[in-house]
């Protein structure tokens, strides 16, 4: 069912990922090394426009924002709060939370680890997080 959800979002939102002939399945991703914190790998991303992540938590992601960019998160398995510009959510498998360019964020798992999809447009390389603790 949660996959229905997001591909009817992705195809609604014209950001689904066409352009690649290996498609990922998101419940069997398991990460390619070991890992103390966070983990993130690209998983489709070959213009300028877009690029998603899978991203693994196992403690926190420092409060930040994004100068440039915004970014869609959902949450494919664990539990966490996320902070989002002040205002605290409890985030679970199945919730989307979309972030603003400029709007800070973080995030602390309190049941772990936590998977997640970060969809980012325009395309994010890395240099656009400005951390503001």
């Known amino acids: 069912m949660l996959m229905k959800q997001i591909l009817t979002f992705l195809f609604l939102t ?3 990922f066409v352009l690649s002939n290996n498609p990922v399945n ?3 991703h398991e990460p390619s090394e070991s890992f103390d914190n966070i983990y993130s790998k690209m998983l489709f991303g070959d213009n300028e426009l877009v690029n998603s992540f899978i991203i693994y938590i196992n403690e926190s992601v420092p ?22 510009d002040n205002e605290l959510f409890h ?5 989307l939370f979309f972030l603003p360019k400029k709007v800070s964020h973080g995030f602390t798992v309190t049941e772990g680890p936590v998977k997640a999809l970060s969809i980012q447009a325009p395309y994010f390389d890395g240099t656009d997080r400005i ?3």
């Open 14 to 16: 014209n950001a689904f």
């Open 26 to 28: 998101l419940y069997e």
């Open 63 to 84: 409060e930040h924002f994004h100068q440039f960019h915004s970014e869609h998160v959902l949450i494919i398995e664990g539990s966490g709060i996320f902070k989002i």
């Open 91 to 95: 985030a679970k498998a199945g919730d």
């Open 131 to 133: 951390l503001t603790e």
